[in-house]
């Protein structure tokens, strides 16, 4: 064999290996750009907060926040998606065709549909809420409400998901 013949061997099998690592390790499905009957989704509930600033450590500048997982509100959106029964509820990721990212304050909640990708690069690895909403095919804000409980967002939050919805899918 010449040395070129060699090298374009070996340059192939590069390629399937790294092809091939892809599709073990790799999120391979494409995720949707709008909502079909039956299809699953993985919900994520979460508040953000902000450290408390500490008297004896001097002012950097740097805003420290953190996400807190909020798993009252999953549980209840979750029934209510369930309740809906147009969509299922994944219990892992991997099962999932797209995220539901679900973003509580005081008296709001917001629930942005957004893909697997976004959800990893903007959410798990670094936070960054703009990009987020930028990658959401769905995004669907309740409140302020004067009474704000878990429940009363929940509700309302996957009542305006099926409003958005065309009226021949409901």
Same mark, same amino acid.
């Given at each position: ?15 399937f290996?790294i ?9 391979t499905?494409?995720?949707?750009t709008?909502f079909h ?6 919900i994520?509930a979460?508040?953000?907060?902000? =450290?408390?600033?500490?008297v004896?450590q001097? @002012?950097?500048?740097d805003?420290r926040?953190y996400?807190?997982l909020?798993?009252?509100a @999953?549980?209840?959106?979750? #029934?209510?998606?369930? +309740?809906?029964t =147009? ?5 892992k ?6 995220v539901? %990212? ?18 990893? +690069?903007?959410?798990?690895?670094? =936070?960054? %809420?703009? +990009?987020?909403? @930028?990658?959401?095919?769905?995004? =669907? %804000?309740?409140?302020?409400?004067? %009474? ?11 009542k305006?998901?099926?409003? #958005? ?6």
């Open positions: 064999m010449t040395g070129l013949t060699k090298r374009s061997i070996f340059t192939c099998l590069g390629v290996i092809l091939g690592a892809h599709e073990i390790y790799g999120q499905r494409t995720s949707p709008t009957p039956g299809q699953s989704m993985y994520v979460y508040r953000k907060f902000e =450290y408390p600033g500490f004896d001097p @002012e950097t500048g805003k926040d996400v807190d909020d798993l009252d @999953e549980r209840k959106v979750r #029934k209510r998606i369930e +309740q809906w =147009y969509l299922k509820v994944a219990e990721l991997s099962q999932a065709d797209f539901f %990212l679900v973003h509580l304050d005081a008296g709001s909640i917001e629930g942005l549909a957004i893909p697997f990708e976004a959800y990893q +690069q903007h959410f798990k690895e670094k =936070y960054d %809420l703009d +990009q987020l909403r @930028e990658a959401a095919f769905g995004r =669907y %804000l309740i409140g302020p409400l004067k %009474l704000a409980t878990i429940s009363r967002l929940a509700d309302r939050l996957v305006q998901m099926q409003q #958005k919805l065309p009226t021949q899918s409901r």
